[in-house]
């Protein structure tokens, strides 16, 4: 850490904006892509294929960049590099997606220039993801991290919970405007985090690569248990958000239930403040342990009590321990240098879940509320178990 100071917050807030900037341009792209896609000639069933090889590539290129990030770290004393290239190179796509989809005419030569051109998007958000949240890790001493994460939880929760209701304005706007507006958002969160982000402390002795290069060994037991929490909370939390929504279709009797899921992803997002706190002061792993025992509970009841107000005030604020502490909790598992490596894992574990879920569950909104609780408790119990375990793990620091 560069200064006494808890948490840096000034740079904890552009880290923020870019995980904003970051869950804005996933919800544009998950938004569009199959709009563009039909546009271009293709079936609307490709953009799930599409989604499925993205997620089990991220599977391995997560930890392998942040991996790399790492090596970057101890040779120049800075993750920037990897960042900046992974920042421009998926912005460039970005922009690209709806000027091939609007302007290249879909002729059998080039007809198969879009969907190779939205894989390499996002395999450049690979890139860059990993690497520049494990910078958490540089601004919040150890016990502070939960507290510093709930900016980012804040954020990125608040931007992804409109995606249930803003198909309207971004209709309006085009795919041309819209992917523009994102990738200028990224870029410009990321040049705000460069310029605020405390000087390198560069040691002035002559750096031994080979030894960079070579690591010390890292406890495998302990990436095993990111990776699968990574993944069991992503499939849980999926189910959980398909679960909620058909429960309160049948409660309300309609179809119409937007604001309701704003608010439900709203109310999760902001409970990360008081979270985050609390998680500082009892620990990450013993808030997230509580949180989830809750979560698990309250997933069991759904499908007896219904989706009342008060189920699933305490489920968005229950869960909300869980998704903020899931970042500290890689930071925690790993040494402080192979933070990269810790949040690639976390990641990898998320993309081979939701490989498998779209896989799996090819129509979702067929999958019955009371088999989406019943999943998500059992996935669920399966990130109790592994915070249970992480705490018999050494870590080799």
């Known amino acids: 850490m560069i200064n006494s100071k808890q948490v840096l917050w000034l740079q904890v807030c552009g880290l923020g904006m870019v995980q904003g900037a970051i869950t804005l341009s996933w919800v544009i792209y998950n938004f569009y892509l199959p709009k563009l896609l039909v546009q271009f000639g293709f079936p609307k069933s490709l953009a799930l294929t599409l989604l499925i090889l993205e997620n089990a590539l991220a599977v391995f290129m997560e930890p392998l960049m942040g991996s790399l990030s790492d090596q970057k770290q101890r040779w120049f004393a800075s993750r920037f590099p990897f960042i900046t290239v992974g920042v421009l190179l998926s912005s460039a796509l970005f922009i690209a997606i709806p000027c091939v989809a609007t302007f290249v005419p879909p002729t059998t030569v080039l007809k198969y220039i879009l969907p190779v051109?939205?894989?390499?998007?996002?395999?450049?958000?690979?890139?860059?993801?990993?690497?520049?949240?494990?910078?958490?890790?540089?601004?919040?001493?150890?016990?502070?991290?939960?507290?510093?994460?709930?900016?980012?939880?804040?954020?990125?929760?608040?931007?992804?919970?409109?995606r249930f209701a803003a198909n309207d304005l971004l209709l309006s706007l085009g795919p041309i405007v819209t992917f523009v507006f994102g990738s200028f958002v990224l870029l410009g969160s990321a040049a705000i985090l460069r310029f605020i982000h405390p000087p390198e402390i560069v040691s002035t002795e002559p750096v031994d690569k080979h030894r960079a290069a070579s690591p010390l060994p890292i406890s495998i037991p302990a990436l095993g248990s990111i990776f699968i929490l990574?993944?069991?909370?992503?499939?849980?939390?999926?189910?959980?958000?398909?679960?909620?929504?058909?429960?309160l279709k049948l409660q309300l009797n309609t179809d119409d239930i937007q604001l309701q899921m704003v608010i439900f992803g709203i109310t999760a997002a902001v409970a990360a403040l008081p979270a985050g706190v609390i998680a500082k002061k009892v620990g990450n792993r013993n808030a997230m342990l509580g949180g989830i025992g809750v979560a698990i509970l309250l997933m069991l009841l759904l499908p007896f009590v219904g989706a009342n107000?008060?189920?699933?005030?305490?489920?968005?604020?229950?869960?909300?321990?869980?998704?903020?502490?899931?970042?500290?909790?890689?930071?925690?598992?790993?040494?402080?240098?192979?933070?990269?490596?810790?949040?690639?894992?976390?990641?990898?574990?998320?993309?081979?879940?939701m490989s498998i879920f779209g896989s799996?569950?090819?129509?979702p909104q067929?999958?019955?509320?009371?088999?989406?609780?019943?999943?998500?408790?059992?996935?669920?119990?399966?990130?109790?178990?592994?915070?249970?375990?992480?705490?018999f793990i050494q870590r080799r620091n």
């Not at 860059?128 to 954020?155: C, D, E, H, N, Q």
């Not at 992503?234 to 929504?245: E, H």
């Not at 933070?339 to 998320?350: D, E, N």
């Not at 119990?381 to 705490?391: C, D, Q, Y």
Request: hydrophobic share 55%; aromatic share 12%; net charge positive.
């Open 117 to 162: 051109l939205v894989v390499a998007w996002a395999l450049a958000m690979t890139i860059f993801r990993s690497p520049v949240l494990s910078l958490l890790g540089r601004y919040a001493l150890p016990k502070s991290l939960p507290m510093a994460a709930s900016v980012l939880t804040l954020i990125g929760g608040t931007i992804g919970s409109f």
């Open 230 to 247: 990574g993944g069991s909370f992503a499939w849980g939390y999926r189910l959980l958000f398909s679960g909620v929504g058909k429960f």
């Open 309 to 353: 107000i008060i189920i699933l005030a305490a489920l968005a604020i229950s869960t909300s321990f869980v998704v903020n502490g899931t970042i500290p909790f890689a930071l925690e598992m790993v040494p402080p240098h192979r933070g990269g490596l810790g949040i690639g894992m976390y990641f990898g574990g998320v993309g081979l879940a």
């Open 360 to 363: 799996v569950f090819t129509k």
């Open 366 to 391: 067929g999958i019955a509320p009371e088999f989406a609780a019943f999943m998500s408790a059992i996935a669920f119990s399966l990130v109790l178990g592994s915070i249970i375990f992480s705490n």
